[in-house]
Nanobody
Framework: QVQLVESGGDLVQPGGSLRLSCAAS????????MGWYRQAPGKQRELVASITSGGSTNYADSVKGRFTISRDNAKSTVYLQMNSLKPEDTAVYYC????????????WGQGTQVTVSS
């Protein structure tokens, strides 16, 4: 029923780190390009990191050098390691399979809240 389940969000101080996890059904992670998205209040949902089935990664300029996306096909799980967190990283973070620049393959899950505040 639920194909994508995000976890790991928390309240963290600026400069801190978090590791987000996205557990997916079946072979979703192995078969597709996977992406982490985030949405802050009043803003569009944005793609912050992606990883192709071949392991190629891409990052939004705002998170380059701070975030790392990875996957474990055997566990059907995608991770987002977030370091040097800033208040502007505050958002709900979602995982999905990337079909194109503007399309995803699955319904959005609940997401996980990341709040960066002192």
């Amino acid at each position: 029923q639920v194909q994508l389940v995000e976890s790991g969000g928390d309240l963290v101080q600026p400069g801190g780190s978090l590791r987000l996890s996205c557990a997916a059904s079946g072979s979703i992670v192995a078969r597709n390009t996977m992406g982490w998205y985030r949405q802050a209040p009043g803003k569009q949902r944005e793609l912050v990191a992606s990883i192709t089935s071949g392991g190629s990664t891409n990052y939004a300029d705002s998170v380059k050098g701070r975030f790392t996306i990875s996957r474990d096909n055997a566990k059907s799980t995608v991770y987002l390691q977030m370091n040097s967190l800033k208040p502007e990283d505050t958002a709900v973070y979602y995982c999905n399979a990337v079909a194109s620049r503007t399309l995803v393959l699955y319904s959005w899950g609940q997401g996980t809240q990341v709040t960066v505040s002192s």
